[in-house]
């Protein structure tokens, strides 16, 4: 007679539960979260981090803007909701730095602690 292994419950997330998870943590790194916003931020990949921003408008028409970031050794390129890639410079490189140390601090400390 074979035995039958035993049941283990499995506490281990997936890839799309961690996402989730970062994600609730570093919408607020933009600022708050308007009413009726939905915001999500994370890293994707090895260099490649997201921020997705969707909305009601005013005549009830759901608007999305979805901006991708990707670290190059040749910088940081951006593409907005299929777009084309324009590379960062300036405040907005540096901005882009800051929120990519918060959001990793905040994996740090939050989550992965």
Same mark, same amino acid.
């Given at each position: 007679?074979?035995? &039958?292994?035993?049941?283990?419950?499995?506490?281990?997330?997936?890839? +799309?539960?961690?996402?989730? *998870? #970062?994600?609730?943590?570093? $919408?607020?790194?933009?600022?708050?979260?308007?009413?009726?916003?939905?915001?999500?931020?994370?890293?994707? &990949?090895?260099?490649?981090?997201?921020?997705?921003?969707?909305?009601? +408008?005013?005549?009830?028409? *759901? #608007?999305?803007?979805?901006? $991708?970031?990707?670290?190059?050794?040749?910088?940081?390129?951006?593409?907005?909701?299929?777009?084309?890639? &324009?590379?960062?410079?300036?405040?907005?490189?540096?901005?882009?730095? +800051?929120?990519?140390?918060?959001?990793?601090?905040?994996?740090?400390?939050?989550?992965y602690y």
């Amino acid at each position: 007679m074979q035995r &039958k292994k035993p049941y283990r419950y499995s506490n281990r997330l997936n890839y +799309n539960d961690l996402i989730s *998870l #970062e994600s609730s943590y570093a $919408r607020s790194l933009f600022g708050p979260v308007p009413n009726g916003h939905r915001r999500e931020f994370f890293k994707d &990949k090895d260099n490649v981090w997201v921020w997705y921003e969707g909305w009601t +408008n005013s005549v009830g028409n *759901l #608007e999305e803007m979805t901006v $991708r970031y990707e670290v190059r050794p040749s910088g940081v390129f951006k593409l907005v909701s299929g777009g084309k890639y &324009k590379k960062l410079k300036g405040p907005e490189l540096d901005n882009f730095r +800051n929120v990519a140390k918060g959001y990793l601090k905040l994996m740090k400390t939050k989550l992965y602690y």
